[in-house]
């Protein structure tokens, strides 16, 4: 593995998910095991463009790999996005002897890493570092299989209170533009019908679902619906329709927001962030850039940054049969 790099640069950006610290660890001590120096931006491009840097060592990040959120914080910065923006951070990474970076974010972060290697021809690794498991080019994002066993369960808590009450929850999970999380953990939790942005049941449909599940017998029915479904403009009306309709049912409406973004990560998610961490150093080294690193059927890909963001990953049709027939 040769390279003339020997300082390469770490952050975190956009919505922070569960296992982003394993990933740093894991970046952080790769450099270490091959005598590469190794800087932490905080705030994410914000700090790139202010220069908030801290060199971190093996011992930096002792002790991070079970916590949830980013050490390194993260931030939104529409700065980066403008010419002058990318000109401040270049200089402040060059002044510093920074040679390369990995960006652990979403869509987002990869757009503005893609913009700067571009302009730049600075070397970059992407790690897919989000809840809602949409990054084209890897089957699992770091913090998706967290978010799912937490979500999974609020709603096996919530049926114990809508079983005692003879009630009909709407559950809504994130995922404004694909519904991995909402279908996952509905199959996961038995949820009586899964609201996702990928398919538009119709109104109609879920009056019917929820009539067929009050006639077999149910005295109570959870629906978990994700925040970008179409069928209403929010989970509130959808609430109030039922209610109109359905006045059998006592409705009531759960939102667990960003809670779902919280927690210790799980072991899928702290060994998938260690082995993407590692992938990530060694494919810089081996000078490989404006690259991603994503997994599939268990083994790490490379997938080029233009393609990571040009489309989100399609939703599990067999999923989606499953849940159909589990809900019968």
């Not at 200089?91 to 503005?112: P, R």
């Amino acid at each position: 593995m040769a390279s003339k790099i020997k300082k390469i640069a770490v952050f975190t950006s956009g919505g922070d998910s569960p296992g982003m610290n394993a990933a740093i660890r894991s970046v952080v001590r790769t450099c270490a095991y091959l005598n590469i120096e190794c800087v932490g931006i905080y705030r994410g491009y914000q700090g790139m463009i202010e220069g908030d840097f801290k060199t971190l060592d093996a011992r930096s990040v002792n002790n991070i790999i079970n916590k949830g959120g980013t050490i390194l914080k993260s931030a939104r910065c529409d700065e980066f996005r403008t010419a002058q923006g990318r000109k401040k951070a270049y200089d402040q990474l060059t002044k510093e002897g920074i040679e390369a970076f990995v960006v652990i974010g979403g869509n987002g972060s990869f757009t503005g890493a893609l913009l700067f290697t571009e302009e730049y021809d600075f070397p970059v690794i992407g790690i897919p570092g989000t809840i809602d498991n949409d990054i084209l080019g890897s089957s699992f994002t770091i913090g998706f299989d967290t978010a799912i066993n937490t979500v999974v369960d609020v709603i096996d808590k919530i049926r114990d209170t809508a079983s005692s009450h003879n009630r009909l929850f709407f559950v809504e999970v994130m995922g404004r533009d694909v519904g991995h999380i909402a279908l996952n953990a509905g199959v996961g939790a038995g949820a009586e019908e899964i609201l996702i942005p990928e398919q538009n049941l119709g109104l109609e449909r879920l009056l019917d679902s929820l009539k067929r599940s009050k006639a077999s017998g149910k005295s109570s029915s959870i629906v978990i619906v994700a925040e970008g479904d179409k069928i209403g403009k929010n989970v509130f009306e959808l609430k109030e329709y039922v209610e109109e309709h359905l006045p059998i049912y006592d409705v009531r409406v759960s939102v667990l927001g960003h809670m779902q973004r919280g927690g210790n990560p799980t072991c899928f998610d702290r060994v998938l962030a260690s082995r993407m961490g590692v992938k990530a150093v060694e494919s810089i080294l081996e000078g490989k850039t404006n690259l991603m690193v994503g997994i599939r059927d268990t083994k790490l890909v490379l997938t080029p940054l233009a393609e990571a963001i040009k489309a989100h990953t399609e939703i599990d049709e067999e999923l989606i049969r499953v849940s159909d027939i589990m809900t019968t």
